[in-house]
T-cell receptor, first 113, second 104 residues
Framework: NAGVMQNPRHLVRRRGQEARLRCSPM?????VYWYRQLPEEGLKFMVY????????ESGMPKERFSAEFPKEGPSILRIQQVVRGDSAAYFC???????????FGQGTRLTVV | EDQVTQSPEALRLQEGESSSLNCSYT??????LFWYRQDPGKGPEFLFT???AGEEKEKERLKATLTKKESFLHITAPKPEDSATYLC?????FGAGTRLTVKP
């Protein structure tokens, strides 16, 4: 039973480009959570999605960031017009039901140059 | 707004020296408190879920307990491989973590 899969593991983007981060939840999980972690800092909640629905996006920056979890395929975190401050590790987690124990992927490390 | 506060920020122990990590929370209607372990460069690893005051969970050298306002992660006779950052979460919001270092 594969765990949560995130890809790519490392992503380098130039300022102004778009970054697309993918997250495939564990089999049977329909709830996905995205977090951002800066070096030496904690996990900051960004968004909580269920299939085809955004449940809680209170942690998402108002501009340039969006997330989706379509009926088929992985969840996508999209960052438009990236800036250096977007450089961080982005983690996703999935759970079988809402707000219960969630299991994390290994993260995508985004570097904006 | 829900808040999760962990203390201490960092803890250095000698191998075999037991101690406790604290997680205090303010939330209306607790729907579970979660403990995770995170190693450098990796995603958090799930440890425990606690739902009600008085509940306890154990795994190897770790024991988690819950009261109405806080949770403790007790580490008994730690080993160097227990060195990691320990995170707690309420309603999918995480505290800043406690960075534990266990010296041989």
């Amino acid at each position: 039973n594969a765990g949560v899969m995130q890809n790519p593991r490392h992503l380098v983007r130039r300022r102004g480009q778009e970054a697309r981060l993918r997250c495939s939840p564990m089999k049977g999980h329909s709830h996905v959570y995205w977090y951002r972690q800066l070096p030496e800092e904690g996990l900051k909640f960004m968004v909580y999605l269920q299939k085809e629905n955004i449940i809680d996006e209170s942690g998402m920056p108002k501009e340039r960031f969006s997330a989706e979890f379509p009926k088929e395929g992985p969840s996508i975190l999209r960052i438009q017009q990236v800036v250096r401050g977007d450089s961080a590790a982005y983690f996703c987690a999935s759970s079988a039901t809402g707000r219960t124990e969630a299991f994390f992927g290994q993260g995508t490390r985004l570097t904006v140059v | 707004e829900d808040q999760v506060t962990q203390s201490p920020e960092a803890l250095r122990l000698q191998e075999g020296e037991s101690s406790s990590l604290n997680c205090s929370y303010t939330v209306s209607g607790l729907r579970g408190l979660f403990w995770y372990r995170q190693d450098p460069g990796k995603g958090p690893e799930f440890l425990f879920t606690l739902y009600s005051a008085g509940e306890e969970k154990e795994k190897e050298r770790l024991k988690a307990t819950l009261t109405k306002k806080e949770s403790f992660l007790h580490i008994t006779a730690p080993k160097p491989e227990d060195s990691a950052t320990y995170l707690c979460a309420v309603d999918m919001r995480f505290g800043a973590g406690t960075r534990l270092t266990v010296k041989p």
